[in-house]
Every structure is written in C-alpha cells, then in structure tokens.
C-alpha cells in the first residue's frame, strides 16, 4: 500500500516539531516567517508547500530596506533572487546558514553600500561572486540604468550554475564567468569602472587580483572585516597604496577599504604575495 502525504497535515506535523525544538519566535512582527524556521538546513527533504516559508526575516528586510533603500522594482528582483537563494541553500553552501534570518542586513544591505560609493560607475566585475554576493545584488540595482552591467566570476562550477539562474530569474544585466579570476583579469578586454570582492582573501592577494584593472582606471571596494587593519599593514610590504577605509552601514565591525591607484613596491615580493606564500 502507498502512503500518501497530506501535505497539510505535512505542514502541521512539521510546525509541532519545529516549535517543540525551538525557543520562542524571536521575530514576532515577522510577516512572511514561519516561527521555528532557523536554519534552511530544516526545509530539505520537505514538499514544496512546505518550502515557501521563508527562513529570512521580514523585520530583518524592513531594517535593511532602512539603510540601503531601493525601488519597488529592485525590491521585487531582490525577493526572487533571496527566494531561489534559500532554495538552492538546501543543496549547495551559498552562504552559512546561521545566517539566513539576517540574509538581508548581513548580505544584501552589505552588497548595496558599495553603489553609494561609486555612483558614476556602469560596469562592475565582482570577483569570486560565490551565491551572488555583492555581484547579483548590485545587477539587481543596476537593471534599470541604460548600458550597466555586472561580471560575476566564479570558478566553482554548482555556484556558477546557481549565479546563471539568478540573473535569469531576476533579468538582471549580469554575465556569469567560469573561470579563475586570474583568467578573467587576464582575458578583459571591456571597461570596469569598479571591481569588487568580498570574502575571498587577504588583500595582499586581492591587490595582485585587481592591479591590471585598476591600472586601467577601475576603483576597486573590497569588503572586508576586523581585521582589515592588520591585512593593510601587511599589503604595505608589497605595495604602495593609499587606500580609504569606509565603516560598513550594517554596523558591527565591517569596513569597506576603497583603491584607486595600487603601485607594486618591490615585483618579485607582490608576485609572492599573489602566489600566497
Ligand atoms: C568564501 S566565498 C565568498 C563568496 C561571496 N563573495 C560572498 O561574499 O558570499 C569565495 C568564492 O570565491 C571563489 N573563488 C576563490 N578563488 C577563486 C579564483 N581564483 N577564481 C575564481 N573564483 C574563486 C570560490 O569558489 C568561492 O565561491
């Protein structure tokens, strides 16, 4: 005999479990959450009524929206693009899952400060895009401004198929690359106005990243953390830079560190660094 699953009674049977292992919903004004959801982790193997709820906060989206405001319209493609995310989370490491209730202050509002900071700027290349941070967030920001467009580079083949279907999905101007940046900095033969990296490596390294393309007249912005400090002291050994430390909007200790100009101080030293040795 079959068992067929009534995916109400699905629904009920897993909400008792849920809120018998979790504390009180610590979001209470939440509009779109369903209470015990913490971790996308919990919506795997569940049915597809199941996974429209949404383990991000709309307290946490209304606080982002605050800081980073933007239209209806980039509002719109940002919710498809955070909806595929937390699909795609249950089978692929897009972002820590600890982190999806705050994926809008933690991620999105972190990927949208870098607009304010390069305003004039068109053409983005967002290195080592992983699940689209800053590189989608900022396609979606872009879609509506004539002649913008975002390189999402990704040598990681599930995340390069993840990055594919969230342009798709959000029809925003990005191109996905599949390739080692070093490849992609290699081959650029069209214009960037900024490129930007988060999460991706000390900035020694990042430096030796972008020089060609900031030699060419790109801004870089690197989002980075607390310990930003101790990396500019180490970048100095091999470079020469005058670099802009701007606090993140999100608050805690994020930092924003701003190039326009990288000079290489001794060429075997940067070349080591590059190497990461
Ligand atoms: C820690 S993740 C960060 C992803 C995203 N920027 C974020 O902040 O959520 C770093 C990503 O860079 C990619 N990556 C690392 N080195 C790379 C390289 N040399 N070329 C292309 N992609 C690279 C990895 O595959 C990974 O997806």
Redesign the pocket.
């Known amino acids: 005999m079959f068992h067929v699953k009534h995916p109400q009674r699905e629904v009920a049977a897993t909400r008792q479990r849920a809120v018998g292992q979790w504390p009180t919903d610590p979001y209470p004004r939440r509009l779109n959450v369903w209470p015990g959801i913490r971790d996308a982790s919990m919506l795997d193997g569940m049915s597809a009524p199941l996974q429209k709820y949404s383990p991000c906060s709309a307290t946490d989206k209304a606080a982002a929206l605050a800081l980073t405001p933007v239209s209806s319209e980039t509002e719109a493609r940002l919710d498809a693009y955070v909806d595929l995310l937390v699909q795609w989370q249950t089978k692929t490491n ?2 820590a899952s600890s982190t999806l209730p705050q994926l809008w202050t933690r ?1 999105i509002a972190d990927s949208l400060q870098l607009l304010a900071l390069a305003p004039q700027a068109k053409c983005w290349a ?10 989608v967030v900022l396609a979606c920001a872009l879609a509506d401004i004539e002649g913008a467009r975002v390189d999402l ?4 083949a599930k ?1 390069a198929a993840f990055l594919r279907e969230a342009v798709r999905i959000t029809a925003s101007p990005a191109s996905v690359h599949l ?4 490849d ?1 900095v290699d081959r650029s033969e069209d214009r960037i106005d900024c490129v930007t ?5 000390p900035l020694q390294v990042l430096l030796g ?1 972008v020089e060609p393309l900031v030699n060419k007249g790109a801004k870089a912005l690197f ?1 980075k953390g607390q310990d930003v400090e101790a990396e500019l002291t180490e970048a100095t050994r091999y470079w020469n830079i005058e670099p802009r430390i701007h606090s993140s909007c999100t608050g805690g200790q994020g930092r924003i560190a701003e190039f326009d100009h990288i000079e290489r101080r001794d060429r075997r030293g940067a070349r080591q660094a590059w190497r990461g040795s």
């Open positions: 897009l972002v991620h967002d290195l080592g895009s992983g699940g689209g941070f800053p590189g580079v990704e040598r990681n995340k390739m080692d940046i070093g992609y990296a988060r999460a991706l490596a990243f989002l």
